[in-house]
């Protein structure tokens, strides 16, 4: 079943445009991973998709409604979670403070919800419940980026989009991530994965996308792309 | 240890609100005294709604538009409908809260600086119409205004104190209250990442606009409370002195507590006013920027963070 199908979107900062009839979409149940160089559009797309950025046209549908246009609390309260790049916290807030304004959204908020969600969390990122009263921004980068993704997680999302969750980190970080992420989908959480790190994502994808200079060039099963000749050339240096 | 530091804040505040109700008492009916806390009671409102405004990323630089036009609304309806002033002061606040609304909604994109400019715009603005309306305003002459009290009444100084200090205690504690709720967990997180705060399903524009609308009100209320304790009103209420007060007394508290914006106003006040029976009219401006200067560099969260920095320095 599609749970979230994007058709023909066109995106422009001002006069520059930046998405070229972008079309694709996900089944419930996949992690399906956005490919792409830098500026190819990959988090314009997801900001996009969250509401962040408005479209100029396209239709954008999130279990069979038309969530195009709307401003991102709605589409929070939808069901669409996004993990933005680059591991924005609250900095300035202790860890459970940040995780409770994950639960923000009225589907979560709900004191019983919301302590279900945090045990939830607290079992997926054990670390995070013995640092829940250390301000967020004295945490290290991969806690944060865990901070980060559990947070997103609070809203009890549908569809879940991580933004390059792997920037930066150290490899074995990298590794922990895409457990997670992997974990996260057995629990039925639906993925969508914007990642430079093309030979992890992959392997972990059902399905993937590649976008180029704004345009969805190539679609195909994970493991069928890493094999793929120009995915081979353009991103994994083969 | 968290626990104990709650403790002498409550302890501190409940002793300065008892000392507060009996300070007529002990000291007598002292018109001079009297008049400054009243006016003391004035800034301690208004510093504790800019505060809130503040708390949720939106620095003002002229809230002294709210102040005044909270003041001229209070002022003209109790001339032209007899309304009692302390009925007027909440139209007055509503009032500003509307033009907040307005005002917010320009600012809702600005960040920073040019929200700065555009409140700070607005209050030239708001002066420019009121002298350019002189038969409803009274132009730069001003109009007069009802006394809170009637001044025929006995000790009318003292029940003018007791409402201001009702009201300054019912008006922080709401603000208290409204930081403490949902909507002050969203003010704070649109304060510390705007992008964040959207993507965690928080309504920004409306939370921003409440935060105007709110801080304007109270603002409106304070205005209204000072001119109706002076007896009259003039464009002087726009003045640039008047937008920089309460950002100077919430700086030199504490900026995003509850308690910086009363300690701060106090503290100042006070300083002031000492300065002045000393004969230093024009030098206590210098004295007072020395004093800014200091707490800035030396107490950066302000005078309210004293007893953690000693605590601190003295395990």
Known sequence: MIMLEIKGLNVAYDKVQVLWDVSFNIN????????????????????????????RSGSIRFMD??????????????????????????????????????????????????????DWVFKLFPKLEERKKQLAGTMSGGEQQMLAIARALMSKPKLLMLDEPSLGLAPVLVLQVFDIIKKLNEEGVTILLVEQNVHHALGLSDRAYVLEKGRTILEGKGFELLSDKYVKEAYLGM | MKLDRINIKTGIGIVSLILAFIVPVILGINQYLL??????????????????????GQASLGHAAFFGIGGYVSAIITNSLGLPPIVAIFVGGFFAAFIGILIGFTCIRMREWFLAMVTFGFAIIAHTITTELPWLTGGWDGIPAKRLISVTITNYIMYEYYIMLLIAVAVVVIIYQLTKSRMGLALEAIRENELEAKVMGINVTK????????????????GALEIHHFGYITPEVYGMDISFWPIIYSISGGLFTIGGPILGTIVITFIWEILRTFGLMYERFILIGVILILIVIFLPRGLVSIPEKIKRSHP
């Open chain 1, 28 to 55: 419930e149940g996949e992690i399906v991973t956005l490919l792409g160089s830098n500026g190819a559009g990959k988090s314009t797309t997801v900001k996009t998709i969250q509401g962040l950025l408005k479209s």
């Open chain 1, 65 to 118: 409604k038309s969530i195009g246009g709307l401003p991102a609390y709605k589409v929070v309260a939808a069901g669409i979670s996004l993990v933005p790049e680059g591991r924005e916290i609250f900095p300035k807030m202790s860890v459970l403070e940040n995780l409770i304004l994950g639960a923000y959204v009225p589907r979560a908020r709900a004191k019983d919800l919301r302590d279900e969600s945090l």
């Open chain 2, 35 to 56: 008049t400054v806390l009243i006016i003391t009671l004035v800034f301690i409102i208004y510093s504790s709604a800019w505060n809130l405004l503040a708390l949720s």
């Open chain 2, 207 to 222: 939370y921003k606009l409440m935060a105007f609308a709110v801080s304007a009100f109270f603002t409106g209320i304070a």
